[in-house]
């Protein structure tokens, strides 16, 4: 007798279960910000994505309001049947100017954005090459493109460099990086990798989801920060769910970039336009950037403190000078012990388990914003080495 759908599932969780593997939602009861209602708990937030502090910020809120005022909440179709707004079409040419390329696209998500730019520009006969770190989104968009798929070493341009020496010289060769690593903070080499590119006649994509609106003078992201022109990095992707608190994403490059992505990007035609209203509040986050840009120095500082005393106490930050500061913990059970240990004293922090870090590099993703004060990240720090301590003298709860 076959097992039913329930049985044959119930085993699948139970297993991921016994491996510490779980995963569970919390729910929020609050807007984003560095205090938040978690379960009905009030606690200091540190593994948001809203590096700026605008998700909720009044200006995007108004924006919203507003354009929700005038066009509703739905854009009712896909862009290309009538759901592409005055407001979209103003966002797609701000983003253009902000990270100085022609043209820009707007996506629904970044997912879709990877997945969609991806699939478009490579296909069987092709190569693709990304780095071992890549977002999931970058690497399911270069296995479902059918290009043959090689991933690279961690940020080691030497081993993409003979990787491309070695492939045959039909078939178009796209190499894809994050610019700023999701889960480890890092930054890409990415003007190695953009010569690299250029002596093998390779295309460089870069997912800017975690520099743009904090990396670069103008907040303009990694390629504001590397001075890489359109030339040298010319499809330049990047969400507007993190730094700009809002929702969404894009893909900025040549005019001949965008209209391939217009005609040929499924993951573009096939869904429904952004809410209006959405690209209005981006719109309006986007202008914060120059009026606020105190922003992006107070979260420099806010890191360097963060890091200045985590060394101090002795805690085992990585290397990495952006808003991710993660801490390696290693075992999986042990992250999540850390973390519920962080929770019981009111603070958030995720542990982040495999399969979306290497096994065996389990750790607590500590994510700082220009909402938190230095006095949260203090009571942060004080926590975390009470934690450690414990875990020290072998009294962590392992449940
Ligand atoms: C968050 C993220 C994405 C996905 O963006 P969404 O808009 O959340 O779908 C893509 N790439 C990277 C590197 C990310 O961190």
Redesign the pocket.
């Known amino acids: 007798m076959s097992a039913s759908l329930e049985q044959t599932l119930a085993k699948g969780l139970a297993e991921r279960q016994q491996q510490q593997l779980y995963r569970q939602r919390r729910t929020v009861a609050s807007a984003q910000g560095a205090e938040i209602v978690v379960d009905g708990q009030r606690c200091l937030n540190f593994c948001s994505?809203d590096y700026l502090g605008l998700a909720n910020h009044p200006k995007l809120i108004e924006a919203a309001r507003l354009a929700a005022d005038s066009y509703g909440v739905g854009s009712g179709a896909s862009h290309l049947v009538c759901g592409h707004s005055t407001e979209h079409h103003a966002l797609e040419e701000e983003l253009a100017e902000l990270t100085g390329r022609s043209r820009a696209l707007l996506f629904s998500?970044?997912?879709m954005a990877?997945l969609g730019a991806i699939t478009a520009l490579v296909g069987k006969g092709d190569f693709v090459f990304e780095d071992k770190l890549n977002?999931a989104?970058?690497i399911d968009g270069g296995l479902l493109s059918g290009a043959r798929f090689q991933r690279f070493l961690h940020n080691d341009v030497d081993a993409l460099d003979k990787r491309l020496s070695r492939c045959a010289d039909e078939g178009r060769k796209l190499v894809v990086v994050?610019g700023v690593f999701?889960m480890d903070g890092d930054i890409a080499p990415l003007p190695e990798l953009a010569a690299t590119c250029a002596k093998h006649d390779a295309w460089l994509m870069v997912?800017d989801?975690?520099g743009l609106g904090v990396l670069g003078g103008s907040g303009a992201g990694c390629a504001d920060q590397y001075h890489l022109d359109q030339q040298q990095l010319p499809i330049l992707m990047a969400?507007l769910?993190?730094g700009l608190g809002s929702s969404?994403?894009f893909i900025a490059g040549s005019d001949e970039l965008i209209e391939t992505l217009i005609q040929f990007s499924r993951s573009y035609i096939y869904t429904t336009a952004m809410p209006p209203m959405v690209a209005a509040a981006t719109r309006a986050s986007i202008k914060l950037l120059s009026t606020e840009s105190w922003r992006r120095g107070y979260l420099a500082d806010l890191i360097a403190f963060f890091r200045r005393g985590a060394e101090q106490l002795g805690l085992d930050i990585m290397p990495s000078s952006t808003a991710i500061q993660p801490l390696l913990i290693g075992d999986a059970g042990k992250a999540m012990a850390y973390s519920r240990a962080l929770q019981q004293r009111g603070f958030w922090v995720g542990a982040i388990r495999p399969p979306t870090v290497a096994a065996g590099s389990a750790r607590l993703r500590i994510t700082l914003t220009a909402a938190h004060s230095e006095e949260q990240v203090e009571q942060l720090l004080l926590a975390l080495a009470e934690v450690a301590a414990a875990d020290g003298r072998g009294e962590l709860d392992h449940a």
């Open positions: 994505n998500t970044g997912y990877n977002h989104s970058l994050d999701s997912d989801a975690h969400t769910g993190k969404g994403a």
